[in-house]
Nanobody, 126 residues
Framework: QLQLVESGGGAVQAGGSLNLSCAAS????????MAWFRQAPGKEREFVAA????????YYADSVKGRFTISRDNANNTVYLLMNSLKPEDTAVYYC???????????????????WGQGTQVTVSS
């Protein structure tokens, strides 16, 4: 099991940027696909972005494509989410997640992920 800790959230104005980090414990981090999800009040958790174990494949929700970039540093057990051109509708709690099935194709479904962080709040004002 991985312990995941997100950081980097905060309050920004529309058009601003934030860079979220997710630090993972354990020596097997580099084997796992990782993803970011978000959940706004009263809404279901939704997929944001995912990255394969090598970092060679990335996937994005249509709503963030071209604005957000997921990346990872396996040497430092960290996955990142760089968020540019933020919009008020990006306001949510952002979670990172790990899929320990050794898949080479990260899933967009939250049920595929085994380990979750506690979340970090992102608030975008207009």
């Amino acid at each position: 099991q991985l312990q995941l800790v997100e950081s980097g959230g905060g309050a920004v104005q529309a058009g601003g940027s934030l860079n979220l980090s997710c630090a993972a414990s354990g020596r097997t981090f580099s084997l796992y696909a990782m993803a970011w999800f978000r959940q706004a009040p009263g809404k279901e958790r939704e997929f944001v972005a995912a990255i394969s174990w090598s970092g060679g494949n990335t996937y994005y929700a249509d709503s963030v494509k071209g604005r957000f970039t997921i990346s990872r540093d396996n040497a430092n057990n960290t996955v990142y989410l760089l968020m540019n051109s933020l919009k008020p509708e990006d306001t949510a709690v952002y979670y990172c997640a790990a899929d320990r099935t050794l898949t080479t194709t990260p899933s967009r479904y939250h049920t595929a992920y085994d380990d979750w962080g506690q979340g970090t709040q992102v608030t975008v004002s207009s």
